[in-house]
């Protein structure tokens, strides 16, 4: 990592499905390790005339943050000239329509040139070589792992497996080459970097795993990097037991602690990773021992992750859960706790017009609502859609005839964000009381309870 110019470190080696080893290519210099932080102008170009407003999210993780707006005049826009840490972005035209950026301060300038509607695609930058690179290597990694997954299904599908391993391996060969002349092509960047953290150069080896990993490095949290490397982690390291997770999630901290922030970034990401996963124990675990208890020492963490553990607690079954307002599809309004206190079980649901997942399950929703509605069941529906038509086609096209609202800001929406929802649909079953009952997977959880509970 103190080298001035990448190379191939034959030294630290990682295998492909077949075993042959892969060489792990050092894009990590002087010039372009630790996080830069500074101004820069950042501007480009889009030629959709219905397009008027460009945006910047700041990245933190699997989170966006809104941080700035321009107006797009005459195909331009323009952030002007401002202070940023070094990191990925995402710049876009709205909330689910946007593509990733790299902003190094080193490049005091840097123009972005979209040439589709559709922001992930056929990006261009003019003068900025964190983003030409960036731009060119995104969609061939993204081929060659599709093809991984592809032929990964294939050879679970076959009993020929080993024509599909050869297919793997050949492509994970491909990713190690494209990295390797890339990192050569564009060295002393962030881009460079981005690629040396993608590598694992000691995938088999629990210990020296993160050896290629500086958690000094602010950088790490600014993207997906550091969150992709602890689910691989704990993918390949815990058996799939909860011994196993607790044990990574312990080496992650001892590493982590190098610095509090990564070590905060770290924390939060697999606390909110095992409880989207449903392994709410290994959440609780880390709650208990890392964020209340000492397990951290002295670190400083910040009310960020606290409120996120709380939360957490606050969603655990027997736990009242933050209250639901506003106005229904039809007008009324809807207060969930005092529609619960009149009930015996109310379901609240969260879904989306687009999610197929959702309209799979829509008929057996409504079965189950006409089934108990009159023995004291109620269900609020919640919304994440983003456009008021479809919501309110859907409610129709499925038969909802029970109160219904929506947050119109997808996982942004204020109800979604309190009950940490980001996958549709989602339940939580209230009682009388307002305490959460049940958290059940799918409609026929809920019709099981019921058939249990409701005399």
């Not at 032929?151 to 076959?158: E, I, L, R, T």
């Not at 497996?161 to 492509?171: G, L, N, P």
């Not at 879904?351 to 008929?363: M, N, R, T, V, Y």
């Amino acid at each position: 990592c103190n080298s001035s110019n990448a190379k191939t470190d034959s030294g630290k080696l990682t295998t492909d499905t077949l075993g042959t080893a892969i060489p792990f290519t050092n894009g990590i210099t002087d010039a372009n390790k630790g996080m830069k932080h500074g101004s820069v102008e950042v501007k480009g170009s889009i030629q959709i005339p219905s397009y008027k407003k460009m945006y910047l999210w700041s990245v933190y993780g699997r989170t966006n943050s809104l941080i700035d707006s321009t107006d797009i005049t005459n195909g331009n826009f323009s952030f002007g000239k401002k202070e940023f840490d070094q990191g990925i972005y995402m710049m876009g035209v709205s909330d689910n329509n946007f593509a990733p950026v790299i902003i190094n301060p080193a490049e005091k300038v840097v123009e972005i040139n979209f040439r589709s509607g559709r922001m992930d695609m056929n990006a261009s930058s003019a003068g900025s070589r964190e983003n030409e690179a960036w731009f060119i290597y995104q969609p061939k990694e993204a081929a060659l792992l599709k093809a991984i997954r592809d032929a990964k299904v294939g050879g679970a599908k076959s009993q020929i497996k080993y024509e599909f391993e050869k297919q793997v391996a050949q492509k994970e060969k491909e990713l190690a080459e494209l990295r390797a002349a890339m990192i050569s092509q564009y060295p002393n960047t962030h881009f460079a970097k981005i690629l040396t953290w993608k590598q694992e150069p000691a995938g088999n080896d629990k210990q020296k795993y993160w050896e290629n990993i500086d958690f000094t490095d602010h950088s790490i949290i600014h993207g997906l990097f550091l969150s992709d490397r602890i689910q691989n982690f704990m993918r390949t390291f815990s058996g799939g037991k909860e011994a196993g997770f607790i044990d990574c999630v312990s080496v992650i901290a001892d590493k982590a602690k190098a610095d509090d922030l990564v070590l905060e970034f770290a924390l939060n990401q697999m606390l909110v990773g095992f409880y989207e996963s449903g392994m709410e124990n290994i959440s609780t675990y880390i709650i208990d021992n890392y964020v209340n208890g000492d397990a951290c020492g002295d670190a400083d963490l910040s009310n960020i992750i606290k409120s996120t553990a709380e939360s957490i607690t606050r969603l655990a079954v027997g736990k009242t859960p933050p209250n639901i307002t506003g106005n229904s599809f039809d007008g009324s309004r809807i207060d969930a706790m005092k529609i619960a206190a009149a009930k015996k079980y109310t379901l609240i649901m969260f879904w989306s017009s687009w999610c197929e997942h959702c309209k799979a399950e829509a008929p057996e929703i409504k079965t189950c609502y006409d089934q108990w509605k009159s023995k004291g069941f109620e269900i609020i529906g919640y919304s994440v859609d983003i456009q008021k038509p479809q919501w309110e086609a859907a409610i129709k096209e499925r038969g909802f005839t029970f109160p219904n609202l929506c947050g119109m800001k997808l996982w942004d929406s204020p109800s979604a964000k309190d009950y940490l929802v980001t996958k549709t649909p989602g339940f939580f079953l209230i009682d009388h009381e307002g305490k959460i009952a049940l958290k059940p997977k799918s409609i026929r959880e809920v019709q099981a309870f019921l058939l249990s509970n409701i005399k």
